[in-house]
């Protein structure tokens, strides 16, 4: 299938396309001084009236007149649902992921907003908890004809909207980093989100072809409905080329099984080579390593996003 015959097939299966983006209605709840930077704890609004909680880590070194480049983090799943943005700020749960307040003392503008469901997004009526919440938003929106993917990807939008409004960012220097449900969202954004010049995504490609194979229940934004007829998870983050991609994995991650991975890379780098982008997508796996951050992910990490973004202004 053509890439742009797939891509309309995607958008459709992901519930067509998204609205025009209402106002942004930012409220500063406060701010707190951190180790290298100031967090800004604030609202701004997905849809009318919809509002996300986020956090905005400010370096030290930047501001209005000193602008620098920017990350937006998707923090990741782990059943963990009262974690979202707190854990890559730095606040709350396990340092390995940490990533959100590590790059802002790296100099970059990082938001860490919160994925519907999870720690102030939870269930507002407090009947449904947890897991329980995340299946019911779900099939919601399954029935409304769209996926739990389709709003991950307008909520990511918003993010970016949001950075772009702010003026200590570097507009033509924006990044995105996630681990987990967090790369799963790196490589869905990917394809509707030209304003992200380079993208991270580490541990998690579950192809659906492995998903069914090794009968593995994944997070719920993995699944686009009706499209695996038409192409797998790696053809989807294929669609970001020619922007800047890397992808981290472990060979020993069972939620990830890595000849699966290996394929989906092969994808990718065609899709890649295709645009006469080879320069623009790299991965690496690590040899007897699972689902974790590695130091040496890590420092791949940081190069990558070095080498792509311009992190200050001269």
Not at 68 to 85: D, I, N, P, R, S
Not at 112 to 127: G, I
Not at 257 to 271: S, T
Not at 281 to 303: N, P
Request: glycine share 8%; net charge neutral; hydrophobic share 35%.
């Amino acid at each position: 299938m053509a890439v742009a015959d797939f891509r309309d097939r995607l958008l459709r299966g992901l519930g067509g396309d998204w609205p025009d983006p209402c106002p942004l209605n930012v409220r500063l709840r406060k701010k707190t001084k951190a180790d290298g930077f100031t967090i800004e704890s604030l609202y701004y609004d997905a849809e009318s009236d919809e509002p996300i909680p986020a956090l905005l880590l400010i370096p030290d070194s930047v501001s209005a007149g000193k602008p620098a480049a920017a990350v937006a983090v998707w923090h990741q799943h782990a059943g963990q649902w009262h974690l979202g943005k707190s854990e890559p700020a730095g606040l709350a749960g396990n340092p390995m992921h940490h990533t959100g307040a590590a790059l802002a003392r790296e100099g970059y503008v990082v938001l860490c907003p919160d994925t519907l469901c999870f720690e102030e997004r939870q269930d507002p009526s407090k009947k449904l908890k947890g897991g329980h919440y995340e299946r019911y938003e779900f099939l919601r929106y399954v029935v409304d004809g769209r996926c739990m993917a389709w709003k991950n990807i307008l909520d990511m939008k918003r993010a970016i909207d949001f950075l772009v409004s702010r003026p200590e960012v570097r507009n033509d220097s924006i990044g995105c980093y996630g681990h987990s449900m967090g790369s799963t969202h790196t490589w869905l954004v990917g394809p509707w989100e030209p304003r992200l010049k380079a993208l991270v995504g580490n541990c998690c490609l579950p192809t659906y072809q492995g998903i069914h194979e090794n009968r593995l229940l994944h997070c719920f934004p993995n699944f686009v409905p009706g499209i695996f007829e038409y192409g797998d998870t790696p053809d989807i983050a294929a669609l970001t080329a020619p922007r800047a991609l890397h992808m981290n994995f472990g060979d020993r991650d069972g939620g990830s099984p890595i000849d699966e991975v290996r394929k989906g890379i092969e994808i990718i780098a065609d899709a890649y080579a295709g645009m006469h982008a080879e320069k623009k997508f790299s991965y690496f796996i690590e040899q007897d390593t699972g689902h974790v951050f590695s130091d040496e992910m890590w420092k791949r990490t940081k190069a990558f996003l070095r080498r792509h973004l311009v992190l200050k202004s001269v």
